[in-house]
């Protein structure tokens, strides 16, 4: 039952300039991550969590999906919503909470979303956005529209009650989601070791009636190949499938969490040699597709975009306080619209 | 210009942090994301990086001193009047603005009405305090929680309290030093444990000639071995036989359970003495490691707690705590108990003494052992039993063996 998915995708195959694609978004996150880390401790920006070490599951998982289907996000594929559209000056912008954040400054900073792109605002509270998937899937299977839904999650989500939820009415009901997990090792503090008593996260999709694939979340091309894969399988009307991606948490939770507190420098170094970005360029040089002068240009290139995303989103100014009485009724309730003429 | 630097919170919520180490001094030019400052919050150690291109003019706070968020850190000349103006993001200058402006110095007279969160409204009507009357410190000029506790103490003809708080002044000859770190954690466990276990302390004198001698011919082959050989790993093997003959050494108790919980692993504590005050790192498994392990142990987790790089996890589980005051000596003490541990064992200076050994007075090498022991669990009885059956092994270390 438990099935590799690591065979050869079956309709899209990838070309050189995806391949280079790949790479790219994987290293614009990952010096977005360090901008953004930077800018944290330098005050700039409240709060921030990084996807340091998993980028290949990321973005791999996220480039076999199409435009119109839906994402689910966990907490760190902020790097997927850009690779779907989502501009960096809006990314920066909600991590800042300015006026150029979609979500005006109310959500939690580094907490993005992206309705063009179908990306749905994601949630500190763990797990949450698991039955939110099912729920939209099994929309789009009763409306008989083609898309299918994306429930990311970690390994500590599976530990939730909503997970065991959402996989039981997935399976029942043979909805059109994937449920993938990136598995990171570490659920805040607490390493997998102490989360399950399974063998594998993948290995409970069994239980509730439907395929599990391990796969190694640090090869994006292995990680695109499971994923492509499963959106078939979703796509044909077979049910849902969970893939476990294997990765693992090269930095801190967030911005407010130190992991030299719980886990060894010495795991850390391990999993470094095996640095999912590091990985994908010697891939591409290895294939011939990637010179030094390109790296060099590449990384400059990115690099600017990112300083110049971040001096415009700061120069732009908080939402204008007005907008505090909105979005939450249709028509303001007299005391509300009270309150707001009385300080405006 | 002058830029100044405010600590950010760098965790969710944080008020305050702690300054490790300074990487910059007064003069020095910094790159914008130069290393600033090494900064400890309750949440995580970070470093600090520089928002600006510059000259540093001036660093506050010492090492070791403590930082309010949103206090001025340090300043930077940015070298640069006019243009910094326009590019310094629109909220951090507000923002700025605002916790630097100082609280107004009457409310009633103004008769503005204050800010605060609910929940600071219900407190201030719970001290019957008119919450217009307070002056608030926090973002914006709310009222906070701590500005109606620091309301409350003032008397009751509606004092303002004053924009800064007064500063305590030493008395003269008196240095202050602020409690908290390990000073802290420490002060606080040796309350809880004196508190919560009532504590008796017996002494017994040990003959250590035996041990001694072992370990003087075994200190050879463990330095080859690059191991340094000590009198503990022996100690600590004697202990381990003794808290299996009398588990309830090797227990704690859950008052609020009503349980004594009998602990089948065993755990050993052993004190160390760091810069920062008392550690106390753990030899996990004891049981399970002969007499050189457990050197090496004790040997890398000291090191690591002096230089302050000890894991969390050999800092937790004691079952039984050890401590060494080794040859500074003394002749006895009464140790503290490691709460919720229930005994402890403290060991002194090894010296010769004479004492009579058949009829004769002979100098023999002699220890004293001081343990304290918590009477809610261990009785004195049990405790002076435990005691002379570890002594049993020290005297005769052949016996030793056996556990081996």
Redesign the interface.
């Known amino acids: 039952m438990l099935e590799t998915l690591n065979k050869p995708a079956v309709t899209k195959s990838l070309e050189k300039s995806d391949l280079i694609r790949l790479y790219t978004e994987m290293l614009r996150l990952r010096l977005l991550d360090q901008r953004m880390l930077?800018l944290?401790?330098?005050?700039?920006v409240?709060?921030y969590g990084t996807a340091t070490g998993e980028e290949a599951a990321v973005i791999g998982s996220a480039y076999a999906l199409d435009s119109d289907d839906w994402i689910f996000p966990a907490l760190r594929q902020g790097g997927a919503a850009l690779m779907r559209g989502y501009p960096l000056v809006e990314y920066i912008s909600q991590c800042?909470g300015?006026s150029r954040d979609g979500t005006k400054g109310r959500q939690m900073p580094s907490h993005y979303c992206y309705r063009p792109a179908n990306f749905v605002s994601w949630s500190s509270c763990i797990a949450t956005q698991i039955p939110h998937a099912v729920g939209a899937a099994w929309a789009m299977k009763i409306q008989g529209h083609k898309n299918l839904a994306v429930a990311y999650m970690g390994d500590g989500a599976t530990s939730e009650g909503d997970f065991h939820v959402a996989m039981n009415f997935a399976g029942v009901f043979k909805v059109p989601v994937i449920f993938f997990c990136q598995n990171n090792q570490w659920s805040i503090s607490v390493n997998i070791k102490q989360q399950t008593a399974s063998e594998s996260i993948a290995i409970k999709a069994i239980a509730y009636g439907f395929h599990g694939s391990v796969v190694d979340g640090n090869d994006v091309l292995a990680v695109y190949s499971a994923m492509n894969n499963a959106v078939q399988q979703v796509r044909n009307g077979s049910g849902p499938v969970l893939i476990e991606a294997v990765t693992y948490r090269m930095g801190?939770h967030s911005?407010?969490?130190?992991p030299?507190?719980?886990r060894?420098d010495e795991e850390v170094e391990e999993w470094r040699k095996r640095d999912p970005v590091n990985r994908m360029l010697k891939n591409l040089e290895g294939q011939g597709y990637w010179s030094p002068q390109e790296q060099t240009d590449l990384e400059e290139k990115l690099n600017q975009e990112i300083l110049d995303a971040v001096?415009e989103a700061?120069?732009t100014?908080?939402p204008p306080v007005e907008s505090l009485f909105d979005d939450v009724f249709s028509e303001l309730l007299p005391h509300l619209k009270e309150q707001r003429d009385s300080k405006l | 210009m002058a830029f100044e630097?405010?600590?950010?919170?760098?965790?969710?919520g944080?008020v305050e942090g702690e300054i490790i180490k300074w990487h910059v001094t007064p003069g020095q030019k910094v790159k914008e994301?130069d290393p600033l400052v090494e900064v400890m919050t309750d949440?995580?150690?970070?470093?600090?990086?520089?928002?600006r291109k510059g000259t540093i003019l001036e660093t506050r706070g010492p090492e070791g001193g403590i930082v309010k968020v949103g206090a001025v850190l340090l300043t930077l000349d940015t070298g640069d009047v006019v243009a910094q103006v326009a590019?310094a993001?629109?909220?951090?200058v507000s923002k700025a603005e605002t916790s630097a402006k100082p609280a107004p110095e009457s409310k009633s007279a103004s008769g503005a009405k204050s800010l605060a969160t609910p929940a600071v409204r219900k407190m201030a009507q719970d001290m019957g305090i008119d919450i217009n009357q307070v002056n608030g410190t926090g973002a914006g000029g709310r009222v906070t929680r701590e500005d109606l506790l620091g309301f409350g103490k003032k008397d009751a003809a509606h004092v303002h309290t004053p924009v800064a708080q007064p500063q305590q002044v030493a008395a003269a000859g008196v240095e202050e030093i602020p409690l908290r770190g390990l000073r802290k954690k420490i002060a606080e466990k040796m309350v809880q444990s004196k508190h919560q276990a009532p504590h008796y302390t017996y002494v017994d004198e040990v003959d250590m000639t035996d041990l001694v001698k072992l370990r003087n011919s075994a200190r050879e082959i463990a330095a080859e071995r690059g191991i340094k050989l000590t009198y503990l790993p022996f100690i600590m093997k004697a202990i381990v036989a003794g808290l299996k003959k009398y588990p309830l050494l090797n227990s704690s108790l859950d008052e609020a359970g009503g349980k004594i919980l009998l602990k089948k692993y065993y755990n050993l504590g052993v004190g160390v003495a760091t810069p920062e005050g008392l550690t106390v790192v753990v030899v996990k498994n004891a049981d399970r490691k002969s007499v050189t392990d457990l050197a090496q142990e004790v040997d890398r987790l000291s090191e690591a707690a002096r230089q302050n790089k000890v894991?969390?996890?050999d800092l937790k589980g004691s079952t039984f705590t050890i401590t060494s005051l080794g040859p500074l000596g003394g002749m006895f003490a009464t140790p503290i108990i490691n709460y919720p541990e229930v005994a402890i064992v403290g060991i002194h200076k090894i010296e010769q003494r004479p004492v009579v050994l058949d009829g004769q007075i002979v100098a023999r090498d002699r220890m004293y052992m001081s343990l304290s022991f918590d009477h809610r669990v261990v009785d004195g009885a049990v405790g002076a039993e435990f005691c002379s059956y570890v002594k049993k092994f020290l005297e005769n270390p052949a016996l030793l063996f056996l556990q081996l």
Request: charged share 25%; aromatic share 6%.
């Open positions: 930077t944290q401790r330098q005050g700039r409240g709060f800042m300015n801190a911005s407010s969490d130190d030299r507190m719980y060894s001096a700061e120069k100014g908080p | 630097f405010r600590l950010p919170d760098i965790g969710e944080v994301d949440k995580a150690t970070v470093m600090i990086p520089s928002p590019s993001p629109a909220a951090e894991a969390l996890e």
